[in-house]
Structure formats: structure tokens, C-alpha cells
């Protein structure tokens, strides 16, 4: 469990509840392949790149987990600063810099994730069990008094166990899955702000 508590793994609630339960059975995660790949060519260009302050903050069930915030933030600013839609990305308030808050709320989709995982574990991994974690991501950005907000949806599947994963998807780490569903959700967050004009 060690590994949990060291890295981005540690942001998807129902999983960790459900290997905590279960002990140290193998996981496999799988990133929901709905949300669009998206990057700095889908993106578009801002007019003038400004300077941007960045606010971000990560929750587990609506509640604010400091733990995962800290993990999340340098993927998020990375991911701004590599746009090209900002002069610089940063969390300190600089003059004539815009305002970009993301906020990403981390709720289960699996109905009794730990009671499964539970069970999972009873049986040593024999009957094995997959739990889905859904992720809302918020994003608004503000210049002046203009102000333009998005949401993005994102979505891990884990498997615990003797269980076999989503059909035609490719099992990553937990640590992979995590970072690149933070960075999908900022790049298509970036994507459908840039949709609305909010950067010309």
C-alpha cells in the first residue's frame, strides 16, 4: 500500500477503498475511452498570449483533499504552460494576468466499491471485481470582467482480482491512468475555453 500514499494513484477513492480492502491483490487500470485525445494542436491560439494566475484544487465527493491537490497541480500547470495560450502559467497573481481556476472532483461510479472489494479479497482474488471512478472537471477562466466556464467528464476503470478489464482497452498502471486523465481533462478543458472564444 505504500505506493498509494506516494503517488497520483492515491486521487481515485472507490479503487483505493477497494484494494485497502482487499489487500495486495494485482490491479489493472483502464482509461475510459470516451473523453476525445486531445493536444496543443486542438487547442487553437490566443491572440495575444497573456499571463495567466492558475487556481486549482482537487475533491474526493465534493470535499477538498489537500493530498491530491498537491499532486495534481504541477500536471495541471504543465499542461497550460505547454498550450501556448499563456505567456506564463502560474499560481502566483502577476499584473494584467488573467485568472484560470480548475477544480476536479473525483466521485465513485461503482455502487459498494469496498463491499466488492471486500469480498474480492475473501476469496484471495479468485472472483475478482472492477470499480469505476468518475472525474468532473470545472474550468473557468476569467480576464478583465469576462468570464467563460467549461466542464469536462472523465472516467478509470480498475480491476481487482480475477477480473477481466473493459473490452478493447489496454491496462496501464494507476499512476499513468491518473496523470493522463488529469492531463486530458485540462487539455479538452483548454479545448472547449478556446471553443467559446474565451482567449481571443
Not at 481515485?12 to 489493472?28: D, I, K, N, P
Not at 475533491?59 to 499542461?79: D, E, F, Q, S, W
Not at 468570464?147 to 499512476?175: R, Y
Request: hydrophobic share 40%.
Amino acid at each position: 500500500m505504500r505506493f498509494m500514499r506516494q503517488n497520483l494513484a492515491t486521487i481515485a477513492l472507490s479503487t483505493f477503498a477497494c484494494v485497502l480492502l482487499s489487500g495486495c491483490l494485482s490491479t489493472r487500470s483502464y482509461i475510459d475511452p470516451a473523453l476525445p485525445l486531445t493536444g496543443k494542436a486542438d487547442v487553437g491560439s490566443a491572440t495575444t498570449p497573456a499571463p495567466v494566475q492558475v487556481l486549482s484544487e482537487f475533491r474526493t465527493n465534493g470535499n477538498a483533499n489537500a493530498r491530491a491537490t498537491a499532486l495534481m497541480r504541477p500536471r495541471v500547470l504543465a499542461v497550460l504552460n505547454e498550450s501556448g495560450l499563456f505567456s506564463l502559467a502560474s499560481e502566483t497573481p502577476t499584473a494584467s494576468a488573467g485568472r484560470l481556476t480548475m477544480v476536479i472532483d473525483n466521485v465513485p461510479l461503482t455502487e459498494n466499491a469496498a463491499g466488492k472489494g471486500f469480498g474480492t479479497g475473501l476469496t484471495f482474488g479468485a472472483v475478482g471485481t472492477m470499480v469505476s471512478d468518475g472525474y468532473t472537471a470545472t474550468m473557468t477562466y476569467t480576464r478583465g470582467t469576462e468570464s467563460k466556464e467549461v466542464t469536462v467528464k472523465h472516467a478509470i476503470h480498475t480491476t481487482v482480482g480475477n477480473h477481466s478489464g473493459p473490452p478493447g482497452l489496454t491496462p496501464v498502471s494507476m499512476d499513468e491512468a491518473a496523470n493522463k486523465v488529469i492531463d486530458q481533462l485540462t487539455w479538452n478543458g483548454l479545448k472547449q475555453l478556446s471553443e467559446k472564444g474565451a482567449f481571443e
